[in-house]
């Protein structure tokens, strides 16, 4: 059954930045990506992987960036497992390589300050 829980206030979860939270199973890392909020479950359907432990980044494709410069296409919202480098988009759940393939997303919400997470 879903339960909605106290995450931390949203000055404790700034862009870039991630917050484990012990629930369901696995545990879910919330997410701040450029100030919207999302949520994943820390587990990899590959292996079975905590994926919130691996690192936070973009695809490897690159995309026009400043003048003259490239930048990494969706930066700062894809995770990248620690045990074999899947990768899978924050904001979607869903793998970079194979986007039929996915991580179940929370419904993250925000009420007087504080972050909520429903999971
Ligand atoms: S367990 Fe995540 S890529 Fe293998």
Redesign the pocket.
């Known amino acids: 059954m879903l339960q909605r829980r106290l995450v931390c206030t949203v000055d404790e979860l700034p862009p870039g930045t991630m917050r484990l939270i012990d629930a369901g199973k696995f545990g879910v890392g919330v997410y701040n990506v450029g100030g919207a909020l999302y949520a994943i479950v820390n587990y990899?359907?590959?292996?079975?992987?905590p994926?919130c432990r691996?690192l936070l980044g973009g695809t490897n494709e690159t995309v026009p960036g400043e003048p003259g410069r490239l930048r990494r296409a969706r930066d700062g919202q894809i995770m990248r497992?620690?045990?074999?480098?899947?990768e899978f988009d924050v904001t979607t759940g869903r793998n970079v390589a194979d986007p039929r393939r996915r991580v179940r997303t929370y419904h993250v919400d925000v009420t007087d300050g504080k972050v909520y997470l429903t999971a």
């Open positions: 990899c359907p590959h292996e079975g992987a994926l691996g497992c620690p045990w074999h480098n899947w």
